[in-house]
């Protein structure tokens, strides 16, 4: 504690970071000085309104919500993740600095429940208590580069280039830049690569243990956007943005140990990985929640224009001897476009399972909370894979048939917790369906539709 005080104090502002329900920060910024004031002696407080508000910045009407308009929760920093803001536009080395916080009632009453930080944790501690298990993990995001022109917002590309070497040279300074922004605030990269759609990108981290991937998803979003921005640029992770865009991801990368373990480069294969059978009803609690968790990491109607709403869940692994799964997987010739997976890596058998529901705009924390739960539950209850592909899930083809999915599945409400399954039903109900689809009219073109959501999402995720 003594040296992140005093790292506080040889800093001239602090920002205090904290995630809203749509995975967004907010924060407050606060002298260096007075922000070792609050670590030591006062905790500095701040109203939870803030915290499940919708894009517009309205918090969902609800019967046990009481707005009284002043601070009535605690901010916790967490310590080992302050760091300098060095892409901050400020001209003075060190002149920023930045650090992630979770909430907490004041007067020694306990986390905030609808904090999505404290969700995550809630069940990372679950899967340690109730199986052993630990949970390692790293995510891969994508976003999409846009600028606003005089018809509304474009894409900074006319084209897609996968991988393409030509557009990475173009944007060479703004990645480089990115990827020592991220390594500056402790986040590990281990790629960057242009996506499929028109100014789409993509950005793996490293592997990290418990919920501090999903702490570096979220962050890592921020700092895309404000990096970008320090280009004129903004860094959208709306799925579809424009017509020439291809839908975002956040793609949740993780892996099952029995016992702590250290960790290396992740491609390389681990000692104490769970059983194959673990696996197999990890994997099979995924497929049986798959609607779900699509409910909870679709938040927008944007994220409903993919090509996964509508359709039954898929799934596949590359060797199911291996995994010990009595069931076919589905003919899928390339894993990555499957919702649900578990792959190999090289010769050596390293099972690495995803998660490729989630949308970009989806919040970290409650896609990885809503991954471990429903992988929790697999174990549990002995799930297995469906034997036929005709008797997986369907996803939910619209946001109301999400929301009916949501109401319907008992483990996901539970691993959120009462009232933030309360909030984002509400806020999906109240802005997303009462707001943003009411304000389409008839006749009404692809184009037209997709520039009406815009208005309400690009800018704010």
Aim: charged share 20%.
């Amino acid at each position: 504690m003594e040296t992140f005080v005093a790292q506080l104090k040889a800093t001239q502002l602090v920002r205090w970071v904290f995630c809203d329900t749509n995975g967004n920060a907010r924060s407050k910024l606060i002298p260096g000085g007075m922000s070792a004031h609050f670590v030591t002696r006062q905790p500095r407080r701040f109203c939870t309104a803030v915290i499940p508000m919708t894009c517009n910045s309205e918090l969902p009407h609800l019967a046990w919500v009481v707005d009284n308009g002043y601070p009535d929760c605690e901010m916790v920093p967490d310590p080992d993740s302050f760091h300098l803001v060095s892409w901050s536009k400020c001209q003075q080395p060190g002149s920023i600095g930045q650090v992630l916080c979770s909430t907490n009632w004041p007067d020694g009453g306990g986390p905030v429940e609808f904090d999505p930080r404290n969700v995550v944790r809630r069940q990372i501690d679950r899967l340690d208590r109730e199986l052993g298990l630990k949970l390692a993990s790293w995510t891969e995001m994508q976003w999409h580069l846009c600028k606003r022109g005089e018809t509304g917002w474009t894409s900074t590309e006319p084209a897609g280039h996968l991988d393409g070497s030509q557009l990475m040279q173009k944007y060479e300074v703004l990645v480089s830049e990115l990827c020592s922004s991220l390594m500056d605030a402790g986040i590990a990269v281990e790629s960057v690569s242009p996506g499929s759609g028109a100014g789409q990108f993509c950005v793996s981290l490293g592997s990290r243990d418990g919920a501090a991937a999903a702490d570096d998803a979220f962050m890592g979003r921020e700092i895309v956007k404000q990096v970008a921005a320090n280009h004129n640029l903004t860094a959208t992770f709306m799925p579809i943005p424009h017509l020439l865009a291809s839908a975002s991801r956040l793609r949740i990368n993780h892996q099952l140990v029995e016992a702590p373990d250290t960790r290396g480069d992740f491609k390389q294969p681990l000692k104490n990985l769970a059983p194959p059978q673990v696996l197999r009803h990890w994997l099979a609690g995924l497929v049986h929640h798959a609607p779900g968790i699509a409910a909870l990491t679709w938040p927008t109607l944007n994220c409903y224009r993919s090509d996964k709403p509508g359709r039954r869940v898929t799934w596949s692994c590359s060797d199911l001897s291996t995994l010990a799964s009595p069931t076919q997987a589905l003919p899928v010739v390339d894993l990555r476009i499957a919702p649900m997976r578990s792959a190999e890596d090289g010769g050596d058998v390293v099972w690495r399972l995803e998660n490729n529901l989630p949308s970009s705009a989806a919040s970290a924390h409650i896609a990885v909370a809503a991954t471990v739960a429903a992988g929790i539950d697999g174990i549990l209850r002995r799930l297995e894979l469906p034997t036929r592909p005709e008797e997986a899930p369907m996803l939910p083809a619209d946001m109301a048939s999400g929301l009916a999915a949501l109401e319907a599945d008992a483990v996901m409400a539970d691993a959120l917790g009462a009232q933030l399954f309360d909030f984002y039903r509400e806020a999906r109900l109240q802005f997303d369906l009462a707001m943003v689809a009411a304000k389409a009219h008839a006749n009404e073109s692809d184009s037209e539709a997709l520039k009406r959501e815009a208005k309400f999402y690009l800018e704010f995720h």
